[in-house]
């Protein structure tokens, strides 16, 4: 089956730094790949999607210009929280979709911010 | 290690028959359970949730589940299909520890073709 490979799994990072997370399809070409967040009582949710070649179209109450998204490539794209803040803390996912309609998921990253 | 196991990609039912997607999961605590759709090149939706409480769980569009702790299973069902109904659908546990919030781990997902 469809491999997506998201890395890294756990950051750490101190508090007015950037992060980037990588999520990359390994065996397909994903035209559209979707970023999630995770929230205590909301389970997940829909950050931005992404399609190759095109800006990301983000979800209502989503900062563009703290959660950089970039999909340059049809295997790779990047999720940067820029500035981060203990409020950022929290798991990223993303899901890789090659157009059938499928969409595969990677393992997600623990994101905490001291 | 938890996991996460659908049985079967691939679920085609006639409209108006049963839909039943089984979703089976490892854990070694108390989990959350939740079923996502996702339709063609659009993200994922919360049908439905089961934290605590009631292990029959109702959620939109007509779908509920039912949480069995013997079975370790969290099977998706409708009494009756639509052709709307056709999409992808993942299961998805979670984990609490005290106060703090587990990751979230998908199964591989079930597509589900509706017939007329």
């Given at each position: 089956g469809a491999v997506v490979s998201q890395h890294p799994s756990r950051v750490i990072c101190k508090s007015g730094t950037s992060v980037k997370i990588e999520c990359r399809s390994l065996d397909f070409q994903a035209t559209t790949m979707f970023w999630y967040r995770q929230f205590p009582k909301q389970s997940l949710m829909l950050m931005a999607t992404s399609n190759e070649g095109s800006k990301a179209t983000y979800e209502q109450g989503v900062e563009k210009d703290k959660f950089l998204i970039n999909?340059?490539?049809?295997?790779l794209s990047t999720l940067t929280v820029t500035?981060?803040?203990?409020?950022?803390s929290s798991f990223y996912i993303c899901s890789a979709s090659a157009g059938t309609g499928r969409a595969f998921f990677g393992q997600g990253t623990r994101l905490t911010v001291v | 290690a938890q996991s996460v196991t659908q049985l079967g990609s691939h679920v085609s039912v006639s409209e108006g028959a049963l839909v039943l997607l089984r979703c089976n999961y490892s854990s070694s605590v108390p989990p959350y359970l939740f079923w996502y759709v996702q339709y063609p090149n659009q993200g994922l939706q919360l049908l439905l949730k089961y934290t605590t409480g009631a292990t029959l769980v109702k959620g939109i569009n007509g779908f509920e589940a039912e949480f069995k702790k013997s079975e370790t299973s969290f099977h998706l069902t409708k009494p009756s299909a639509h052709m709307s109904d056709a999409a992808e659908y993942f299961c998805a546990v979670r984990h609490s520890y005290g106060g703090s919030q587990g990751n979230l781990i998908f199964g591989k997902g079930t597509k589900l073709s509706v017939k007329p």
């Open positions: 999909h340059a490539s049809l295997t500035s981060a803040h203990p409020e950022d | -």
